[in-house]
Nanobody, 127 residues
């Protein structure tokens, strides 16, 4: 049972990327998919999550209006769409899953409640 991210790349400021989170061994439709990122020298942060019922919660003001999430249950894959990228978005991005509902980023040790994590994919925003 695992998830795997892909789609990270080098992109210019103002550009867009779509990251994928492909699940194997279980049906992603029954899971919430959260997206985390960790920039160099910074702590990992949860940026947004899409629940099994497709409710999206964005936890970081810095990405509101620019990032969103979706899923394709037929492909067993979740997505993070990132638009109008900024240099501050440079980080390793991770997806993580837990059954049904998202774990609020405000909860202590929220990340520990996600069951499966991907290995991460690098996003670099630079001109």
């Amino acid at each position: 049972l695992r998830v795997e991210e892909s789609g990270g790349d080098l992109v210019q400021p103002g550009g867009s990327l779509r990251l994928s989170c492909a699940a194997s061994g279980f049906f992603l439709r029954y899971y919430a998919v959260a997206w985390f990122r960790q920039a160099p020298g910074k702590e990992r942060e949860e940026i947004l999550c899409i629940s099994a019922s497709d409710t999206i919660t964005t936890y970081r003001d810095s990405v509101k209006g620019r990032f969103t999430s979706s899923r394709d249950n037929a492909k067993n894959t979740g997505y993070l769409q990132m638009n109008n990228l900024e240099s501050e978005d440079t980080a390793v991005y991770y997806c993580a899953v837990t059954p049904n509902t998202c774990i609020s980023a405000s909860r202590a040790n929220a990340a520990d409640e996600y069951l499966y994590w991907g290995q991460g994919t690098q996003v670099t925003v630079s001109s």
